[in-house]
């Protein structure tokens, strides 16, 4: 199983990103797939959770109004689309799967996650 975040770079405040989880290895269409971010020194952050088969969609309380997450089971692929950005959402953006719903910023808890992608928002 492969996970790898891509769509990370540098943002002026009040920007947008759209960050990608491409999927492979795994059925995709059955799993929770999360986004859990980790701040410079600060610990990891859950942020957003979806199932891939039903659509239920769960945010943390920073990002919602903000964030939106989805998929695209024929592309096998996570997407986080990150709206009115903040400083305070700069961070390294890690994707995972789970078979199971699991609502955690411990990415050890989770199945699989990847490497993640790093997102900055400074003017």
């Known amino acids: 199983v492969q996970l790898v975040e891509s769509g990370g770079g540098l943002v002026q405040p009040g920007g947008s990103l759209r960050l990608s989880c491409a999927a492979s290895?795994?059925?995709?269409?059955?799993?929770?797939m999360t986004w859990v971010r980790q701040a410079p020194g600060k610990g990891l952050e859950w942020v957003s959770s979806?199932?891939?088969?039903?659509?239920?969609?769960y945010y943390a309380d920073s990002v919602k109004g903000r964030f939106t997450i989805s998929v695209d089971n024929a592309k096998n692929t996570l997407y986080l689309q990150m709206n009115s950005l903040k400083p305070e959402d700069t961070a390294v953006y890690f994707c995972?799967?789970?078979?199971?719903?699991?609502?955690?910023?411990?990415?050890?808890?989770?199945?699989?996650w990847g490497q993640g992608t790093q997102v900055t928002v400074s003017s």
């Open positions: 995972a799967a789970d078979s199971w719903k699991v609502i955690t910023a411990t990415l050890s808890e989770y199945n699989y």
């Open positions: 979806i199932h891939t088969g039903g659509g239920s969609t």
């Open positions: 290895g795994l059925s995709f269409s059955v799993y929770y």
